[in-house]
């Protein structure tokens, strides 16, 4: 059974930092593309940032600021956070591409086939 379990979140200021972690299990996690997604309240979710093998991609709205990476070797995502805003406030989840061979973009979310229970994320002063 795949779990993927996320952690890190909490309250944080403005121009703060915060990693996430998503520690996983039930599938052979260094074979696949994974996700980290968000929802902001009231909002739909939003892709953040994936990673396949050594390659990573982020939203406009993160790029620069939040940095992806794994660890397949303790079958973990990582989601540094760096100058945090207000607006990066929501519930963020990490969640695994459907098959090991990607067909499309990452940051298409009907590929993803698990996610996470997901983790607080606030930035307010």
Do not use: H
């Not at 100058?83 to 973009?105: F, M, N, Q, W």
């Not at 979310?109 to 607080?120: A, E």
């Amino acid at each position: 059974e795949v779990q993927l379990v996320e952690s890190g979140g909490g309250l944080v200021q403005p121009g703060g930092s915060l990693r996430l972690s998503c520690a996983a299990s039930g599938f052979t996690f260094s074979l696949y593309a994974m996700s980290w997604v968000r929802q902001a309240p009231g909002k739909g979710l939003e892709w953040v940032s994936a990673i396949r093998y050594g390659v990573t991609s982020y939203a406009d709205s993160v790029k620069g600021r939040f940095t992806i990476s794994r660890d397949n070797a303790k079958n973990t995502l990582y989601l540094q956070m760096n100058s945090l805003k207000p607006e990066d406030t929501a519930v963020y989840y990490c969640a695994k591409y459907k098959v090991i061979r990607v067909a499309g973009p990452l940051s298409q979310l009907d590929q993803y086939d698990s996610w996470g229970q997901g983790t607080q994320v606030t930035v307010s002063s």
